[in-house]
């Protein structure tokens, strides 16, 4: 915290605060069947048989795999179209190459170029790029729109140093890869 650092009079200051999960308020986020995606990997119950993960990179799809091989009809609703998503994802994401090919495998369904407009009682009211609204049957709903960096608590540490560097998450959210990277980078710099 501020007074933490204030009390080492640090000449470098390199914060690496990490991120927070996006978490945008669609009208029926607060209901009880509404979880972050980090609750899946944490083992935290998902309730009922059928789930949305809104959402398509990675981690969600990690999520909807682990929840497939419980037994979970899944489905991963996503704005971009699918060849967006594997774009813009590893190797590991790509058709032919292994994440994809076991939610294939586990009868994991995309749903691309739609919206998350609600959260209702039925699952979730979507818009496709058409406009045209339909509700997706659910009985949980898992939230993995990815991250935002914590900039209130880099903006609070910011003049506590005459050289402040801001690694990792709290930069730009990446994978672990990209923050190693920074924390090289800048140590490699001072």
């Known amino acids: 915290d501020v007074a933490a650092v204030k009390a080492e009079q640090p000449d470098v200051l390199i914060i690496a605060a990490g991120s927070d999960p996006i978490m945008p308020r669609f009208p029926g986020v607060e209901k009880n069947n509404v979880l972050w995606v980090g609750d899946v990997h944490l083992n ?8 949305v993960i809104v959402g398509g990179g990675l981690t969600g799809c990690e999520a909807a795999l682990h929840l497939a091989q419980e037994g979970k009809s899944v489905v991963i609703i996503d704005m971009l179209e699918e060849e967006e998503l594997d774009t813009s994802e590893p190797l590991i994401l790509r058709r032919g190459t292994g994440l994809l090919d076991m939610l294939d495998e586990r009868g994991v369904r995309f749903m691309t170029g ?5 959260i209702t009682a039925k699952g979730i009211l979507v818009m496709d790029k058409n406009w045209k609204r339909f ?35 709290c930069r730009r959210p ?12 800048v140590a490699v710099e001072i």
Do not use: C, M, T, W
Request: glycine share 6%.
């Open 174 to 185: 990446e994978r672990i890869k990209e923050a190693i990277h920074d924390g090289f980078n």
């Open 114 to 118: 739609v919206k998350l407009e609600e």
């Open 135 to 169: 509700e997706i049957a659910a009985d949980a709903v898992v939230l993995s729109l990815g991250f935002k960096p914590r900039d209130a608590v880099v903006a609070s540490l910011q003049e506590l140093a005459p050289d402040v560097y801001r690694i990792g998450d």
């Open 44 to 51: 935290r119950a998902v309730s009922g048989d059928k789930v």
